[in-house]
């Protein structure tokens, strides 16, 4: 054999091995030999988003756990909008896209997971104003959308049998931005997504939802169409996980679960006391938080359900002040004055803190400190009793979301003469949690908009004395 055939040969020899040759790589080895996942998605309050403490919001963290699952870095291609993230999926410069809808078309085919959320379609108004109940209804209203939304596929729908339906599209406003325009009253209606409004409601309280467009739809992640599956296989897998685990319910619960269960008149009123009763204490709960190495605003709102930062406060069973602690409890963290502000807010995030570092180990955040919380309501003592109800149940004793399922079995009879510590009223500490963290996320986006436009502090205040 010829020297020149010789090495046709073995080149040929060595194209047949696909352990020598990265041309036979499928897309998942190819992601893990990278040692980066690409994700491609669109800005927004509810796929990423930037704050002062780094990037977030529900898609990314979820495909941020889909890196993390395949042992690779995560990188985000973020943009404006969503009409090119299916055209840039096709040219191959990201592995995935999130933030779609599965029935969505691109340039080129598709292949979507199965979907791990159900979003629908929704005209949004304001209260006070008269309420369109259908959609004929919305003739002759001012209304504005997103450019890139599905809603206004869905408007020139409707416009086919309502020739006199009008709506501005801009790209130059988000859909905060819209909702907002809405809530202020200068605009009559917007259409967006159920789960933008969920997250948005709480902090423009007035909005109402007037009705749904279309049929609901699920949310799931793109990967490019064609004989290579493996990534989207390998998706399909880890969201199944997910889902069984409870990591999904739980992912869904920190971004969605507080605004989901606003009461919209109070937390108007508490916008308002954020702006007019906070910043005279608001130095204090700084204070008292680096000291006990905690979030100050997660202790503001933990006092705000406690006293309505009320230092005089006082309840039927004698607790009292900013923290409404107890006379034993005061005595125990050495507050000598209940009703003075400074004395009662050190004292309260002593105690906390006291109680946050005795959750087990095997709790991690956020569940330590929405059970921390709930001990802080109702006692360790019983928040132990229903954990221990919760493993019975086959729930998860380190999930506050399988825990608050199983408090207030502790007021029912026969749960009761089970526990340790006898019965409680556990629906209490549930209810607790959940208002304190409503109050936590708007005071959190209150506070980081105005770090965000270059202030230190969101308030600036007198400081009363300790």
Request: aromatic share 8%; charged share 25%.
């Amino acid at each position: 054999m010829c020297a020149a055939c010789a090495r046709l040969l073995a080149v040929c020899l060595l194209l047949l091995l696909p352990t020598g040759c990265a041309w036979f790589e499928n897309h998942l080895e190819r992601v893990k030999s990278s040692g980066e996942l690409v994700l491609i998605t669109h800005l927004g309050p509810t796929t990423y988003y930037d704050t002062p403490d780094g990037p977030a919001g529900f898609e990314y963290d979820l495909a941020r756990a889909f890196a993390d699952h395949l042992r690779v870095k995560l990188r985000v291609v973020a943009l404006p909008s969503r009409d090119e993230l299916l055209l840039r999926l096709s040219r191959k410069e990201a592995d995935l896209a999130t933030g779609l809808t599965s029935n969505e078309t691109g340039p080129a085919p598709v292949r979507f997971t199965d979907a791990y959320q159900t979003i629908s379609l929704v005209v949004v108004t304001r209260q006070g104003k008269p309420v369109p109940r259908e959609p004929k209804d919305l003739q002759g209203r001012d209304i504005e959308v997103r450019k890139d939304g599905r809603s206004v596929r869905h408007l020139r729908e409707l416009r086919e049998t309502l020739p006199t339906l009008r709506w501005i599209e801009t790209d130059d406003k988000s859909v905060a931005d819209l909702l907002q325009m809405v809530w202020k009253g200068l605009l009559d209606v917007t259409i967006t997504d159920s789960h933008a409004i969920a997250l948005n409601r709480q902090y423009f309280p007035e909005l109402r939802i007037a009705f749904t467009l279309g049929q609901p739809e699920g949310l799931a992640w793109a990967f490019r169409g064609g004989k290579d599956d493996s990534l989207h296989a390998e998706a399909q897998r880890f969201l199944a996980q997910m889902k069984k685990s409870g990591d999904l319910a739980q992912l869904l619960d920190r971004y969605y679960g507080p605004a989901s269960l606003a009461n919209p008149v109070n937390v108007a009123v508490y916008q308002f006391r954020v702006q007019n009763r906070l910043p005279r204490y608001q130095a204090l709960f700084v204070r008292a938080g680096k000291k006990y190495k905690l979030d100050w605003r997660l202790l503001a709102a933990l006092s705000y359900q406690e006293s309505y930062w009320d230092p005089l406060a006082v309840s039927p069973t004698g607790v009292r002040g900013m923290m409404m602690l107890t006379e034993d409890t005061a005595r125990e963290m050495g507050v000598r004055n209940r009703k003075h502000a400074g004395q009662s807010i050190q004292g309260g995030a002593r105690y906390f803190r006291k109680t946050l570092d005795r959750i087990p180990g095997t709790v991690s955040e956020p569940d330590r400190t929405w059970m921390a919380l709930a001990a802080y309501n109702v006692g360790m003592n019983h928040l132990e009793d229903a954990r221990i109800i919760t493993q019975k149940r086959g729930g998860d004793p380190n999930r506050w979301n399988d825990v608050k399922q199983n408090l207030p079995l502790l007021a029912n009879p026969r749960w009761a003469a089970q526990a340790k510590y006898g019965a409680a009223r556990g629906d209490e500490p549930v209810l607790f949690v959940n208002r304190i963290r409503t109050y936590y996320d708007v005071l959190v986006k209150m506070d980081e908009e105005q770090r965000t436009r270059g202030k230190t502090d969101a308030l600036k205040l007198k400081v009363p004395a300790i």
